[in-house]
C-alpha cells in the first residue's frame, strides 16, 4: 500500500519535471523534485508539536529514473534571529552570569536528516559549506571573538537549544525507495517559533553535493494566538498596559482567594 502510493507520488513528481521544461540531454546530474506534506502549520491553543514528511523524487534530466548511488541529506531550518548567550559561573555556591557572547544571526529551528551518517557521506569541507549537521551550523558572531571562545558559546547554544528540541539530527533519517523516492520525517516540537522554514534537500554522490532543491513551509499561529501576536506588536503600549494591569487584578484576586480559606 505505501509502496504504491510512493510510485503515485513519483509518477506525479515525473510528469511535473516534465512540464517544468525542456532540459540538455547532455547535463548528467540528476535533478530533485522535493515536495512537503504540509506547506503550512498552524500553532493554536494546545498545540503539541507536528511531525513533517519530506519527500520528493530522484530524476535524471529527461524526467526518468536516476541511476542508483545517491545519497540524501535533508536540512530544515527556521527563521533566523540575533541572539546572546550567556555562560554561567559558580560564585560562592551561586549560579551567576559570567562571560557572553552575541551572534547576529542563528537559525531558531535547526534539523538534519540523511541516508547514512554525514561522516560516510561527504568530508568535514564540504559539510560546513552546506551545514550538513549541527556542529556545521554557521553563526554570525556580533563582534571580533576568539576562535576557541566562539567554539565554545557556538558548542553552548547546540546543547541548549537540543535540550529544548529546537537543534536535532537524524543520521539514518532519510529513506531511498526503489532508487527514486526519498522521504524524512522530522518533528516540530510545541515551542518552535513562527515564520518561514526552509527545507533543503541534496544528492549526493562519491562525496560531490550534485542536486539540490529548496521547499518552504510557513509556521503561523491562528485564533486567538494570532490576534494576541497581532495585537502585541501593532498596540506595544497598550498590550504592555493590559498585562500589567492583569497581572494585578490576578494577584490581588489571589490574595482574596487565600483569605478566604
Known sequence: MIRSLFLMIAAVLVLAALA???????????????????????????????????????????????????????????????????????VGGIWINSESTAFRSAPTYFAVASSRPIGEIVDERTAAIYELGLEFIQLSPGGTIDPEEQARFTSGLVDLRQRQGLYKQDMNGVTIEE????????????????GQYTAETFAI??????????AEVEVRKVGFERFV??????QSLLYGLLAVCLSVFMGWLAGRLFALV
Open 205 to 214: 554522490t562519491d562525496g560531490r553535493v550534485i542536486a539540490s532543491a529548496v
Open 20 to 90: 517544468a521544461g525542456p532540459v540538455r540531454s547532455q547535463e548528467r546530474d540528476p535533478i530533485l523534485v522535493p515536495a512537503v506534506s504540509q506547506q503550512e502549520v498552524q500553532v493554536r491553543q494546545g498545540f503539541t508539536g507536528t511531525e513533517l514528511l519530506l519527500f520528493g523524487a530522484i530524476l535524471d534530466p529527461r524526467g526518468s529514473r536516476a541511476a542508483d548511488g545517491y545519497d540524501i541529506v535533508v536540512v530544515l531550518k527556521g527563521p533566523a534571529e540575533p541572539i546572546r548567550v550567556r555562560e554561567k559561573e559558580r
Open 179 to 194: 532508487g527514486v523516492l526519498y522521504k524524512a520525517r522530522i518533528s516540530l516540537p510545541s515551542n518552535v517559533l513562527t
Open 229 to 234: 501576536e497581532v495585537f502585541s506588536q501593532s
